[in-house]
């Protein structure tokens, strides 16, 4: 809070980027502490700020804040409005990034699969799961990753749920074998 009002005295609404990055931290911050409205009155003030700064133009910031909101209205156990906020930050990701593969988007195919099994919309998690996973090993061909070892254990999850037992299993053994690698890895 002291960064902020020093910033706001010493630039005033000249350093309106400076505010909003610290209107996102703040945001982030009280997500950590589960204090999920404050953490939004935050991002919508940066959101507002944003949005003054680039016009109606896309910006990967934007997008973020977006994500941001979808993950504090998520962990108020309100879905349809973090899909809201995700289907948003998803769509100006895919405009920047020209469709092409972007781990930005590919946790946003996550975080909407996420919100759709907590709607027990199983079908709906399993397809941005998938999509999800698809993109990773596109972006990381071949390699071990604790992204893709999470999206193999939320579609082992999702199928569980929608009571195919056999793909639930291979799943969760495929990410538990990644993982596993990933930490004899890190011993070394």
Known sequence: FRSLAMRKRLFGERDRDGIAVLYQNLGVAYVKLNEYRRAIAYFEQALAMRKRLFGERDHNDIAALYNNLGVAYENLNEYRRAIAYYEQALAMRKRLFSERDHDGIAVLYNNLGVAYLNLNEYRRAIEHYEQS???????????DMDVIALSLRNLGDANEKLGDVAAAAKYREEANAMSARIREREKR
Do not use: I
């Open 133 to 143: 996973l698809k993109m990773q090993r596109r972006l990381f061909p071949g390699r």
